[in-house]
């Protein structure tokens, strides 16, 4: 018997094909709700731009179905756009007791707490959004309090996996819900959308607490102070490290802000434990022996004005290092920030310490499964269409052919791609209503470029023009007009151009070429300043262009003189 469902439509606005800004959306009849608001950091290429947020042109259109968004982590990649689009959407978002603490943070500091309902929700309870029914299911990750969201339509549950590795036994809150994915399997998952990040890592990987042992040894042997630098919202890692320093007779300070408030708000709703008595600040340390310190700083990716850097340019004010110090550094080095660590890693080096990265012990694990992990989860729940999500086009078809391997028939295997109008019909072609996947349309989507200083925005030409002015630099040629539309070339000036004597040559020879078309200008043209600019720029530019030289960026002036002088 034909039912008559309507579809629901999965469009990803960002995080596939992609690390970074993941934004997912999923519509039916009048109800859509998103599924994290995340930025992306942006390359070396994106010249002056601080973040990269998803294009939510596709959420404006169907605005009024909107009724809610659901935040699976407080990862930036997850939560990072909150600040900007949230207040705009209008409406609730939903999360656990971590995450709602860390986004109301957030919030705060963005002076929007006022203009955002956040809704704590715990896993296991079921409530809804609009028509869609939701639970949200423990999973484990880097950080506690990850969920995986399940939404229930009227013809079977999708699941939305978020980041997760399969952790049995974490250092802070409960493991991954194992038993519940099983169940949820049994019940029925139409489609599945799940972590692809490690999916070309084989094997499994490593639990949380698996990284204590190391710790253990690289603190108790070191004969002085002890730095580690982990990502500040790594709460199970920082968990460890204060465990291991408790044990030790060591105080602990933490350095950065981030790192201070992302502690202090895991320690407030009550999932960090800090033993009383070891936590002291940086000013304390100087009456504390160097050999009973843990200092837990940010700046593992080597950012240029974090605690890690200062300590390594040796300006920090309370932490100067000495021969015999140790650093860990307790993470994965983000790729496009390599130099950045090298940088900071040499510098350590050159103060004396010892710096143990994760090529020289155990200090750092992945908070994403693996492919035998991925493969695990893919056989309990046993979904009906998959979808790789969370990751550049190499995870995601890697996670593919594992989800084809683990059972999923290969016609609903489906490799989409950001802004893909994914299509889940209940009336398959073999009429038994068990859903079938599609791409069925496509949005162009843009990147979003902002400027965090308080700039906003930046336009795609922004950044053309400061990657070319980075790459040739500025020449200014100056034109002086006179009320009676006499022209004169007073000045070529440059910035960042080739500053020799072959330059000056250069530039004295287009002052003269520029002259000779000044003044072969009709007089009308004379007097239009748009049309002197004009004139002087595609002439500099043919100059430079027969001279063969690397075009730098032309910027005529024209300058208007009231009086003859
Ligand atoms: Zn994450
Ligand atoms: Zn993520």
Redesign the pocket.
Known sequence: MAKSVNPVDIVPLG?LGE??K?MMTYRMDDSMVVV?T?IMFPGTEHAGVDFILPDTSYVDEYRKALQGIVI??A????IGALPYVAKRLGVPVYGTKLTIAMIRKRLDEHELLDDVELVEVTPGESFSIGAFGVELVNVT?SLADAVAVVLETPFGKILHT??FKVDNAPPIGPPIDLKRLASLGDEGIVCMLS?S?NAEVSGRTGAESSVAAAFDELVRDAPGRVLLSCFTSSTHRIQVAIDVAAKLGRKVALLGRSMVTNVQTAIDVGYLRVPAGVLCTAEDLENVPRAKQLVITAGSQGEQLSALAQIANDTHRYVKLEPGDRVILSSRVIPGNERAVNRVVNRLFRLGADVVQQRDAHVHVS??GSAEDLEMVLRLVKPKSFIPI?GEWRQLFHHAKLARASGVDPDSVVLAENGDVVRVTADGADGDGSGRIQVVDHFDLEQVLLDGSGLGLVEDCVVRDRRRLAATGVVVPMVSLSPGGRLQVSDILSRGFIENEDAEALLSEAHDVMLAAVEKLSSDDAENEKAIEDLLESTLKRFFRKRGIRRPVILPVVVTSEEEP
């Not at 990862?75 to 997850?78: A, I, K, Q, R, S």
Request: charged share 25%; hydrophobic share 5%; proline share 0%.
């Open positions: 995080g690390f970074g993941n994290d995340g699976t982590h990862h930036e990649d997850h990750h978020g980041d972590d990040t908070g994403h969370h």
